[in-house]
T-cell receptor, first 110, second 119 residues
Framework: GIQVEQSPPDLILQEGANSTLRCNFSDSVNNLQWFHQNPWGQLINLFYIPSGTKQNGRLSATTVATERYSLLYISSSQTTDSGVYFCAVEREFGNEKLTFGTGTRLTIIP | DAGVIQSPRHEVTEMGQEVTLRCKPISGHDYLFWYRQTMMRGLELLIYFNNNVPIDDSGMPEDRFSAKMPNASFSTLKIQPSEPRDSAVYFC?????????????????FGPGTRLTVL
């Protein structure tokens, strides 16, 4: 099956700092999503981004499908950004299974 | 709009008991997924349905697990008999496949999860 690797596994930052999270995948994909799992365990959709660049407030994401990676940028971090960020991919259309990476645990210190 | 609804939010049961988890997908969505999250294995897909029909159950761990979707607005995941190693958070998700800008689109939305503890 497709492999999804996320880096770094853990990241501790001061409030106000910027960060870049990376997701590498081993095969071409039809779907790529970024999720934030907050400290209460809820999985919140951040981006649906199989290719290209999107921005939503302080967050933005870029997927370079031909090179099989995606980046999530968080600017001016806030303590509410803490949690685990997951990248998930769907390998091909017609097989709607999302394969999740192991996540990046982000801790923002006040 | 209401998101994906799951019940119960927490379930504590004893080994050997039957457990039933429930899910109501987002109205109009044509896919429904059941996932399990554990520290050891992360998030893994158990089974998914398209238009109420099970498509892939290869992730279901063993015969003790079963899932049904009797109609477009309801699904259950049943564990019988339950074992301590089934303790996990179980998520339900739904999606609607369509076209956006000429591209196929299939974004999944997750419910709040059910935290299951089997003693």
């Amino acid at each position: 099956g497709i492999q999804v690797e996320q880096s770094p596994p853990d990241l501790i930052l001061q409030e106000g700092a910027n960060s870049t999270l990376r997701c590498n995948f081993s095969d071409s994909v039809n779907n790529l999503q970024w999720f934030h799992q907050n400290p209460w365990g809820q999985l919140i959709n951040l981006f649906y981004i199989p290719s290209g660049t999107k921005q939503n407030g302080r967050l933005s994401a870029t997927t370079v499908a031909t090179e099989r990676y995606s980046l999530l940028y968080i600017s001016s971090s806030q303590t509410t950004d803490s949690g685990v960020y997951f990248c998930a991919v769907e390998r091909e259309f017609g097989n709607e299974k999302l394969t999740f990476g192991t996540g990046t645990r982000l801790t923002i210190i006040p | 709009d209401a998101g994906v609804i799951q019940s119960p939010r927490h379930e504590v049961t004893e080994m050997g008991q039957e457990v039933t988890l429930r899910c109501k997908p987002i109205s109009g969505h044509d896919y429904l997924f059941w996932y399990r999250q554990t520290m050891m294995r992360g998030l893994e897909l158990l089974i998914y349905f398209n238009n109420n029909v099970p498509i892939d159950d290869s992730g279901m761990p063993e015969d003790r697990f079963s899932a049904k979707m009797p109609n477009a607005s309801f699904s259950t995941l049943k564990i019988q008999p339950s074992e301590p190693r089934d303790s996990a958070v179980y998520f339900c998700a739904s999606s609607l496949t369509g076209l956006a800008g000429g591209n196929l689109y299939n974004e999944q939305f997750f419910g709040p999860g059910t935290r299951l503890t089997v003693l």
